[in-house]
């Protein structure tokens, strides 16, 4: 899984060497930043998996050998512009890691094999965790400590999280939609607790979208127990009031968010010092 690890480590990440540049087994990829997620050049990575001196005819014969795949090539592949060998912008076809793990499950390559290995290794564990979920609370818990959070650190954020999804349900069950809906909520709660909004947080404290930073990751002590505050007040207003849409539960949210802010400004009175800190949790040494 290592070796996975470190081949996948700059596929999420701005390449070092251009913004439009990954690296994958040591050899360029070209990426594109879309929708929210990136976006990998499928003929690159079939090249590096196989060396093949022509690619398109690989492809199409990878296809030829895989009726599902090529039922469905539309759906994983999307056209997107990306520097072409001359030097233009053009249409090439690209896909986010989800495809491009389905279309190298089709490459017949020992260079391949690796990653089928792994991608068993993990469906294994996911059949397993849905079986006993406490397993999938213990693999989170491994994961943070592996980037070096503390213990106390991992035990919050753990916590935040289970009490998010309470509040998070809660919100599902009185027809608030997931995604546009939920970011409005959230951000109303930010603001309660923070008066500053989801974006201006992430400034604050120097993270970035496209790297998939999550702002709770790197939030302190006292950020992640305020956080937690506001939202499970917010699910106990909701409950009480049994509101339901998204304008009483905004205001039921504006609530929660105001006593946890109340809640930080009188901890900032007492230790002369802001709750929110500036920068990532890990570059600060917390």
């Known amino acids: ?124 564990e996911r059949i397993d965790e849905i079986a006993d979920p406490e397993l999938a609370v213990n693999r989170a818990k491994k994961i943070y400590e592996k980037k070096g959070y503390p213990k106390n650190w991992v035990e919050k954020r753990m916590r935040g999280i289970a009490v998010r999804n309470t509040l ?35 400034e604050l404290k120097k993270l970035s979208k496209k790297k998939k930073d999550n702002l709770r990751d790197h939030m302190g002590d006292v950020e992640l127990i305020l956080t937690m505050l506001a939202e499970a007040t917010s699910t106990d207003i909701t409950r009480a009031k049994n509101s339901k849409g998204i304008k009483k539960i905004k205001t039921d949210v504006q609530k929660g968010g105001r006593i946890a802010g109340e809640a930080r400004k009188k901890i900032e009175k007492e230790t002369g010092k802001d709750v929110m800190s500036k920068g990532s949790f890990l570059e600060m040494g917390k």
């Open 1 to 124: 899984m290592r070796m996975i690890r470190n081949k996948f480590k700059n596929m999420t990440q701005i390449g070092k060497i251009k913004k439009d540049v990954a690296i994958f087994e040591e050899k360029k990829v070209r990426k594109v930043w879309k929708k929210d997620r990136w976006y990998f050049s499928v003929a690159d990575i079939v090249q590096i998996l196989t060396d093949s001196v022509d690619v398109k005819q690989y492809i199409k014969k990878l296809r030829q050998r895989d009726d599902e795949l090529s039922i469905n090539w539309g759906t994983i592949c999307t056209p997107l512009e990306l520097m072409a060998k001359d030097g233009k912008k053009r249409k090439i076809i690209t896909s986010d890691i989800e495809g491009i793990f389905r279309i190298i499950q089709s490459i017949p390559s020992p260079k391949a094999e690796p990653f089928k290995r792994w991608l068993a290794k993990v469906g294994k």
């Open 168 to 202: 998070t349900d809660e919100w599902s069950e009185r027809d608030i939609k997931k995604g546009y809906e939920f970011g409005i909520l959230t951000n109303e709660i930010y603001k309660g607790i923070f008066e500053k909004d989801y974006k201006s947080l992430m």
